[in-house]
């Protein structure tokens, strides 16, 4: 194989464990441990009178019960609030176990240790808690305007209040610009809640060593180190004496991000109180309610244009329902209102958001993290533009696109990373001329009369992002040869089934030289790389695959210094292919990469054969100078980091042509194609499965998936049996094409894939829905009953 595969479809090395059962998960660890289950709140909104555990103490193989009275220190504080803000003026965090009152269906309220999760759920249904039911506030308009509070001190449920604008060239405001255009529209549009749905949900297995004082937790989670930081902070131990692995994690999508939740604080202190390993695995209703949502927002819109379609001034009012804490703060929102500004070049631009507090489940990132909302804005303002003006909808955009020559493109916003919104490379006018012969743009109109005449109904639609990926603060890469030849890499981010143990393993490859068999990849254990952030936000390529790159380079470079020496030859006439250093242009002139690691370690004694050649009486190269030389370490290996100076902004166009059936209204997917720009290729395979998972959760929440609360707060579809997903049959063939547009911003010139194929989802099959139905599409997820209803209500 060659040792140059940055940007070949290698194909994913994890997939052979993972799809035939030998993946290694939190529930399979931990045989024999103690486990935790929990009462939780039937109530949206409620104070605790009393809680009676009298009956619960008779079952056999109880082991503990916790309510919020026996926690200790820090454990009884409210969780951290993770990203503070400026204008979140009024941050909410839950306590671990409920103090008082309780804000949502679900909220933790006691804690139960047993045996086995049988007894403990036993013991949990015999635990009766005394509540005092209080008014609920439940949908996001109506707590905005309620008198009721979801927590005291936070006037009007409002969380947060931000507001972001840029004035127009000539000066003019976003409002003032508005009202000079020749044309103006004002619209409102509505997202839906819906919520990730990882086949593995929650889980947390803590063993505390006693005679070392010493704990290790596996957790489920993106951000390993975050939560070992976290656990030592509220348990008050210090952070070398914790440990953190994810293994095998059965997908994140975002939910998994938030860190720490109670869980993986109260699972590891009772492993430490009780001195026994406990572990905890959430079971899918406990996902439902008292893990996260997200998306729910409603949008107020005014645009004003001129003849052209050209944006002259954009207002867009936002109220976004955060649920009942904030405990990932308002990064949702925050992407919300300066992502939607896409791949265009608006004039002037003001964005307002309340954050409002209700009594559901709490909003952190979901897979997209408030990119779909503002897609779904920016998207439906421009088919509203194109629809008014009696024009083609790719000729709106296009006389609106950021020109390729204009990158580095500021848009004069402050994006979540708490940095300038600056795209940095990219090229809309290509993206959308590959993304109409992709889907027969103009070829469409001919296909849609031709259906017409056979009865049917059928539309195109069209949905253009820009996503921010690579957001810092930073990662970081460990890489080692060892003198078998083999590459060890570690990084500290996790992996939630995206492919790393093989891009990380194709770009060490590429960098070293070495074949791709020779490269092991561990991700995710704090035991393996201490300093990290978390896979989340199209970053992980981005962040960890450029702090690998980098150490790659400096273990490269010592290799080829090594080498040179050992060869009597210039390092800069050395190369590496295939795992041997030799001699550009001299075959026979080459030492193999494992002989350089054994040369890097100068050692007393020999091992094995390898290691003899290494020994003191082997032979030096010099006595002039000490066996490790000053400034050097022994061992062939490196460590660096990657730190943006801010993110980099991939890029796509969706479009889909959709059929509506004109008596179930049932809305079949016929056609979806993809262009997609996200910088230089790692694995233009897994690229596009990144994408095509993506596609088909953005289905998901566009035709399906809403999380329904009744008026009291009670989640009704708190169940596969009730909350709709996709299946393969409802997941069109997705056709795709790649641009290349390199990001200047870091070595590799990548930028992140995770989260593009599920943003502009909703989007264009709204405007696709559209054009079949010429109905105005501004609400979604749509099921064929509103498509129903909004038939006949165009006809009333």
């Given at each position: ?587 026979g002139a080459s030492i193999p990469l494992a002989t350089v690691a054994v040369l890097s370690n100068p050692l007393r004694y020999a091992f094995d054969e390898e290691a003899a050649r290494a020994t003191q009486f082997a032979g030096v190269a010099s006595y002039d100078r000490p066996p490790v030389a000053e400034g050097e370490e022994p061992g062939l290996e490196g460590r660096d980091y990657y730190s943006p100076i801010r993110s980099t902004f991939a890029s796509g166009m969706h479009a889909a042509i959709v059929e509506t059936d004109p008596l179930t209204a049932e809305i079949r997917i016929l056609r979806y194609a993809v262009v997609h720009d996200c910088g230089k290729l790692i694995n233009p395979m897994i690229v596009e499965g990144q ?106």
């Amino acid at each position: 194989m060659t040792t140059k595969l940055f940007g070949e479809p290698v194909r994913r090395r994890e997939d052979p464990r993972l799809l035939t059962g030998q993946g290694r998960y939190v529930d399979d660890l931990g045989a024999g441990a103690l486990e935790a289950a929990f009462v939780r709140s039937p109530h949206a909104h409620a104070r605790i009178r009393d809680i009676d555990v009298s009956a619960a103490i008779e079952v056999d193989g109880l082991v503990a019960i916790y309510t919020w009275e026996d926690l200790p220190g820090a454990l009884a504080q409210p969780l951290p609030l993770l990203i503070p803000h400026p204008a979140l003026t009024h941050g909410r965090t839950a306590y671990p176990l409920a103090r008082e009152i309780v804000r949502h269906v679900g909220e933790p309220v006691v804690m139960v240790v047993a045996r086995d999760r049988y007894l403990a759920e036993d013991a949990c249904a015999l635990i009766r808690v005394d509540y005092e039911i209080l008014k609920p506030v439940v949908g996001v308009e109506e707590a905005a305007q309620s008198a009721q509070l979801v927590h005291e001190g936070v006037p009007g449920n409002v969380g947060a209040h931000l507001v972001q604008e840029v004035p127009s060239a000539a000066g003019l405001g976003a409002r003032e610009a508005i009202d000079a255009a020749p044309h103006t529209l004002s619209f409102r549009l509505d997202i839906e809640r819906s919520a990730s749905m990882p086949l593995e949900g929650r889980g947390v297995y803590a063993r505390w060593d006693a005679d070392d004082q010493s704990l290790r937790v596996h957790s489920s989670t993106q951000t390993s180190t975050s939560v070992r930081m976290a656990i030592a902070a509220k348990l008050g131990l210090p952070l070398p004496k914790v440990e953190v692995i994810a293994p095998d994690v059965g997908g994140g999508f975002g939910v998994k991000i938030v860190h720490p939740w109670p869980e993986e604080i109260l699972v590891p202190w009772a492993a430490i109180t009780l001195g026994q390993e406990v572990k905890w695995t959430e079971d899918r209703r406990e996902h439902f309610i008292s893990s996260a949502h997200e998306r729910a927002q409603v949008q107020s819109v005014r645009v004003g244009f001129d003849d052209e379609g050209r944006v002259l001034g954009l207002d867009v009012e936002i109220l976004h329902d955060h649920g009942a804490y904030t405990p990932y703060g308002i990064i949702v929102p925050i992407i919300t209102s300066t992502q939607l500004l896409g791949p265009y070049r608006i004039g002037a631009y003001r964005v307002e958001f309340s954050s409002i507090y209700t009594n559901t489940v709490q909003v952190t990132p979901y897979r997209g993290a408030g990119r779909p909302q503002g897609v779904f804005c920016m998207e439906r303002t421009m088919d509203h533009i194109a629809e008014y003006l009696g024009a083609d909808r790719t000729r709106v955009r296009a006389a609106n696109f950021i020109q390729p020559d204009e990158f580095p493109y500021d848009q004069g916003l402050i994006f979540q990373d708490g940095r300038p919104l600056i795209y940095d490379s990219g090229d809309y006018p290509e993206s959308l001329r590959m993304l109409k012969e992709l889907i027969g743009w103009d070829d469409f109109p001919a296909l849609k009369a031709r259906a017409a005449e056979e009865g049917r109904a059928i539309g195109i639609g069209i949905g253009c992002y820009v996503e921010g990926t690579g957001v810092g603060p930073y990662e970081g890469g460990h890489v080692q040869i060892t003198s078998d030849g083999r590459v060890h890499v570690s990084t500290g981010l996790t992996s939630q089934g995206q492919g790393h143990e093989t891009v990380f393993a194709q770009i060490a490859a590429s960098e070293l030289g070495v074949p791709m068999e020779r490269v092991s990849v561990v991700t995710g254990d704090t035991r393996r790389f201490g300093y990290a952030v978390g896979t989340f936000a199209s970053r992980a390529a981005v962040m960890s695959g450029n702090a690998i790159a980098l150490a790659c380079r400096k273990v490269r470079e010592k290799a080829l210094r090594i080498a040179a020496d050992a060869l009597e030859a210039d390092p800069r006439d050395l190369e590496i292919v295939d795992g041997e250093v030799r001699v550009a242009g001299t075959p026979g002139a080459s030492i193999p990469l494992a002989t350089v690691a054994v040369l890097s370690n100068p050692l007393r004694y020999a091992f094995d054969e390898e290691a003899a050649r290494a020994t003191q009486f082997a032979g030096v190269a010099s006595y002039d100078r000490p066996p490790v030389a000053e400034g050097e370490e022994p061992g062939l290996e490196g460590r660096d980091y990657y730190s943006p100076i801010r993110s980099t902004f991939a890029s796509g166009m969706h479009a889909a042509i959709v059929e509506t059936d004109p008596l179930t209204a049932e809305i079949r997917i016929l056609r979806y194609a993809v262009v997609h720009d996200c910088g230089k290729l790692i694995n233009p395979m897994i690229v596009e499965g990144q994408i095509h998972g993506g596609v088909a959760q953005g289905v998901g929440g566009a035709l399906y998936e809403k999380m329904v609360y009744d008026g009291h707060g009670q989640l009704l579809n708190a169940s596969f049996m009730d909350f709709l997903m996709p299946y393969a049959t409802e997941v069109p063939f997705i056709e795709t094409a790649h641009l290349e547009t390199p990001s200047p911003l870091n070595p590799l010139g990548i930028k992140g894939a995770g989260e593009a194929g599920v943003i502009p989802v909703s989007a264009v099959l709204a405007s696709a829905i559209e054009d079949a139905e010429g109905i105005r599409i501004d609400k979604m997820p749509i099921s064929p009953s509103d498509l129903f209803d909004l038939r006949r209500a165009a006809t009333d």
